[in-house]
């Protein structure tokens, strides 16, 4: 059972370029979250999804878009990284009856 | 808007110790949960406890036990017979039930702990 993956694990990325961080789960959640985590602030929600074809904005959600084309899968886009973009990112499900949230493994994130 | 708050950035402890973790958090909501999760150096977060807020029971998981004080907004972590692998850091985290905000988690700040041996 793989539970959440997120790919890639880390990645440095030059300031202005585009970037999707992949998120794709196997437990057939409804609800996903993306999370950013930086030190001193816990983890942030960035995006969040109800349900396949819907999303919502998470308390940091400027600079970030998601989609969610099906139940599976949950990507995260920068459209043009800044340099305060550099993060943990933390991809998460949970079911409309299990009370626990899942993660993924993170993506560490720098933007320079 | 739901916070949480933990006050604690480092604790430490000597192995085989207690150690509590303390959480405070915000809401008008009644039905909620409440989580402490673990994240060891590998970065993966782990559930440690949860505590359904209707029940007036305190969760228990092994060596892992909280203290829930719903009038008083406080949840905290409290940490038997502390073990090396203990050493993370410890977030609280609140979670809605649902709804139109459909089961989001809010997480504190985040306490490292450092168990020596």
């Known amino acids: 059972i793989a539970g959440i993956t997120q790919a890639p694990t880390s990645q ?3 300031a202005g370029r585009r970037m999707t961080l992949r998120c794709t789960q196997d437990m057939r959640h409804n609800a996903m979250y993306w999370y950013r985590q930086d030190l001193g602030l816990g983890l942030r929600l960035i995006h ?13 959600p400027d600079g970030y878009s998601v989609s969610r084309a099906n139940t599976d899968d949950f990507p ?15 991809c998460a499900s949970r079911d409309n009856l299990n ?7 993170g993506t560490r994130l720098t933007v320079v | 808007a739901q916070t949480v708050t933990q006050s604690q950035p480092e604790m430490s402890v000597q192995e085989a110790e207690t150690v ?3 959480c405070t958090y915000d809401t008008s909501e009644n039905n909620y949960y409440l ?14 406890i ?3 807020a209707y029940k007036q029971q305190n969760a228990t998981e092994n060596r892992f036990s909280v203290n829930f004080q719903k009038a008083a907004k406080s949840f905290s972590l409290k940490i038997s017979d502390s073990q090396l692998g203990d050493t993370a850091m410890y977030f609280c985290a609140f979670g809605e ?4 905000s459909y089961g989001k988690l809010t997480f504190g700040q985040g306490t490292i702990l450092t168990v020596h041996p």
């Open chain 1, 12 to 14: 440095i990325l030059a």
């Open chain 1, 48 to 60: 969040y999804s109800n349900t396949a074809g819907t999303t919502g904005k998470g308390e940091v």
């Open chain 1, 76 to 90: 995260l886009t920068l459209a043009s990284a800044v340099p305060s973009q550099t993060s943990v990112y933390f």
């Open chain 1, 99 to 105: 009370t626990e949230a899942f993660f993924g493994q």
């Open chain 2, 20 to 22: 509590t973790l303390s």
């Open chain 2, 35 to 48: 989580f402490w999760y673990k994240q060891p150096p590998s970065r993966q977060m782990i559930l440690v």
């Open chain 2, 50 to 52: 949860r505590q359904e």
């Open chain 2, 97 to 100: 039930p649902g709804g139109t």
